[in-house]
């Protein structure tokens, strides 16, 4: 089964980020970028089920960028055997992305398709929804485990209050989460390997898809600080406080 994996390349967890002085975004001049932790997950969860002798071939994809390559290479390195890098300089809406998996899902015609749940940097849990909506494949989200049984796939997936097993027919789109699979990290081997593997880039307009957008961010703000805390030193000025000064009680 050929496996396609669509990894983000986000700022790194660890930054502290730092909104615009216009607004309009995120800062980005000068942060470290890194993959996308649940597309990690979803490199590792692809490169295990090759290992198992499920997959035959890893495709990992990503739109951005050119920069983009550095975490293609990275899921090179972690096992996977090509990358596709679809160039673009805009910060594309989920449907445009989905828009974009799905052209390069006609190409490469893959049985699974594994996506992170989320991007840490939008936050907007939908592009996998909309990748299977659009293409018409099965979808089980918020996977923490995957297994192939009987040309169907087994899919556990976090929900409220459990977990919900479904099968799925193939091709089918999963999405990672965070109990999936602990990523491994690259050896140093296997980084100078992934520099000889296939890369290849191309464009929104050579797939044949445009990318213009129904939503317009209008104001990104930093979230209001927090003011400091205070200790108090019995149950009664606890009360006291919540009652007259916070008046929640
Ligand atoms: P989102 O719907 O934006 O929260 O992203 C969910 C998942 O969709 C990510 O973890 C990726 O697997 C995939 N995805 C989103 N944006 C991109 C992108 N620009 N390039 C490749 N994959 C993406």
């Known amino acids: 089964m050929k496996v396609l994996v669509a990894v983000k390349r986000v700022v790194d967890f660890n930054v502290k980020v730092r909104v615009k002085a216009d607004h309009s975004g995120v800062d980005l001049a000068n942060v470290k970028m890194a993959m996308n932790p649940f597309c990690e997950i979803a490199v590792e969860e692809a490169v295990r089920l090759k290992e198992q002798g499920i997959a035959s071939e890893v495709v ?138 296939p890369l290849e880039s191309t464009t929104a307009e050579a797939l044949g898809v445009s990318t213009a957008s129904s939503i317009t961010v209008l104001k990104v703000e930093a979230p209001a600080s927090r003011s400091a805390g205070i200790k108090v030193k019995s149950v009664a000025e606890l009360v006291e406080k919540l009652k007259n000064e916070a008046k929640v009680i």
């Open 60 to 197: 990992v994809v990503s739109v951005g960028p050119a920069t983009a390559q550095e975490q293609l290479r990275t899921a090179l390195a972690l096992g996977a055997d090509r990358a596709v890098l679809v160039e673009t300089a805009d910060e594309l809406s989920a449907l445009a992305v989905a828009k974009l998996l799905k052209a390069v899902a006609e190409r490469e015609q893959p049985q699974l398709l594994i996506l992170g749940k989320q991007a840490i940097d939008s936050d907007n849990n939908q592009t996998g929804q909309m990748l299977a909506a659009l293409g018409g494949y099965a979808q089980g989200t918020f996977a923490s485990k995957v297994g192939v049984e009987g040309g169907q796939l087994l899919v556990t997936r976090e929900i409220d209050g459990g977990l919900q097993t479904v099968a799925l027919n193939l091709p089918a789109v999963v999405t990672t989460d965070l109990r999936l699979n602990e990523p491994r990290y690259a050896s140093l081997p296997n980084i100078m390997k992934a520099k000889k593997k």
